[in-house]
């Protein structure tokens, strides 16, 4: 059973940077491949951004595209958010999950079998 671990949020102006960490434990870190998701107040879930296994491969939520940045230690078990350039509507409870199965990566909640207990990114104005 993998646990995952968030870390790294608070308050920022907007405009402002953060980088959010992701450590996993009791798990093979390498079979499964990674996403951030964030939940504001009254809102559902929603994809923020994935990475691949071990080549590399991305894809972000056109909100965050060209603002923030995911990647992967598979040596440290842990998975990154840069966030660059926040504004106020990043405000959210920011949530890794590992996924696994046939994808290289996914923008479903549904093939993420791992979640961590999130961690709070406010953005104030």
């Known amino acids: 059973q993998m646990q995952l671990v968030e870390s790294g949020g608070g308050l920022v102006q907007a405009g402002g940077s953060l980088r959010l960490s992701c450590a996993a434990s009791?798990?093979?870190?390498?079979?499964?491949?990674m996403g951030w998701f964030r939940q504001a107040p009254g809102k559902e879930r929603e994809f923020v951004a994935t990475?691949?296994?071990?080549?590399?491969?991305?894809y972000y939520a056109d909100s965050v595209k060209g603002r923030f940045t995911i990647s992967r230690d598979n040596a440290k078990n842990t998975v990154y958010l840069q966030m660059n350039s926040l504004k106020p509507e990043d405000t959210a409870v920011y949530y890794c999950?590992?996924?696994?199965?046939?994808?290289?990566?996914?923008?479903?909640?549904?093939?993420?079998?791992?979640w961590g207990q999130g961690t709070q990114v406010t953005v104030s104005s």
């Open positions: 999950a590992a996924g696994s199965g046939a994808a290289t990566w996914s923008t479903s909640r549904r093939q993420y079998y791992y």
């Open positions: 009791g798990g093979t870190f390498s079979r499964y491949f």
């Open positions: 990475v691949s296994r071990s080549d590399g491969s991305t």
